[in-house]
């Protein structure tokens, strides 16, 4: 049977999922990657930095947006696809670490572009930040989706068994009464032979008593009639 304190733990879990909701914002921001310094877009996420960056690479290779490639904790987008057009400068992407929660950035060396190119670069950047910090929150709560699925399909079956539980223990109680009844009147039923059989005996013990008395009766007339029978001469 599941403990109590689970489900209790579980409610609570739950009701604080669900309380407990994220909002996505974007910042301009400049980050030091291979030394330099570059502008960029980032966010601030929950989590530690491993789980995001690892969800970011992915995130970045499902976008078909450029060869995505990691080393040392960069992450580097080569050729990247800007509204159709491939650029030959990279965009980068790092993963900040903040303790409780991590920032992830991307950015590109503003000097390797040209201003209008730069914008464009700079949109798709925001967008992407954005739009995987939004999955990266969705992806999560999914997890939490599936988690209340498993424990609620848990509950389900475990109240199947228990009302399976019930009508068996009903039946075993139903079968347990008519037992009982059966088993009363069978007992009722040996009291009355037993009263019976005693009497029957007592009956018999004065048959046989009786039976003793005229067989010596009956003993004596032979006797005597044996007596008689020798006296013939």
């Known amino acids: 049977m599941i403990n109590k304190t689970v489900i209790t733990a579980l409610v609570l879990f739950f009701a604080f999922s669900v309380g407990?909701?994220?909002?996505?914002?974007?910042?301009t921001e400049t980050a030091r990657v291979n030394g330099e310094s570059m502008d960029g877009y980032e966010t601030t996420l929950d989590g530690n930095?491993?789980?995001?960056?690892?969800?970011?690479?992915?995130?970045?290779k499902s976008l078909s947006i450029g060869k995505v490639k990691q080393s040392a904790g960069t992450i580097t987008i080569t050729d990247p696809v800007i509204n159709g057009i491939t650029y030959f400068s990279p965009i980068y992407a790092?993963?900040?670490?903040?303790?409780?929660?991590?920032?992830?950035?991307?950015?590109?060396?503003?000097?390797?572009?040209?201003?209008?190119?730069?914008?464009?670069?700079?949109?798709?950047?925001?967008?992407?930040?954005?739009?995987f910090?939004?999955?990266?929150?969705?992806?999560?709560?999914?997890?939490?989706?599936?988690?209340?699925?498993?424990?609620?399909?848990a509950v389900?079956?475990?109240?199947?068994?228990?009302?399976?539980e019930n009508q068996s223990l009903n039946s075993k109680l139903e079968y347990n009464k008519r037992e009982k009844v059966r088993l009363e009147k069978a007992l009722?039923?040996?009291?009355?032979?037993?009263?019976?059989?005693?009497?029957?005996?007592?009956?018999?013990?004065?048959?046989?008593?009786?039976?003793?008395?005229?067989?010596?009766?009956?003993?004596?007339?032979?006797?005597?009639?044996?007596e008689r029978q020798s006296k013939v001469n």
Do not use: F
């Open 156 to 164: 389900d079956k475990q109240q199947q068994r228990t009302l399976n």
């Open 94 to 131: 790092i993963v900040k670490d903040n303790n409780t929660t991590s920032a992830p950035w991307l950015g590109i060396k503003t000097s390797d572009w040209k201003d209008d190119d730069a914008s464009k670069a700079n949109k798709l950047i925001e967008k992407t930040v954005y739009d």
């Open 188 to 226: 009722a039923d040996n009291k009355a032979e037993y009263e019976l059989l005693l009497k029957k005996i007592e009956q018999n013990i004065k048959a046989q008593d009786s039976i003793k008395v005229v067989s010596g009766q009956v003993k004596k007339v032979v006797d005597m009639h044996k």
């Open 49 to 60: 930095s491993v789980d995001v960056s690892t969800a970011l690479v992915k995130y970045l």
């Open 133 to 153: 910090g939004v999955k990266y929150y969705r992806d999560k709560i999914q997890v939490q989706i599936d988690e209340s699925i498993r424990a609620s399909n």
């Open 20 to 27: 407990h909701s994220q909002t996505v914002k974007t910042k």
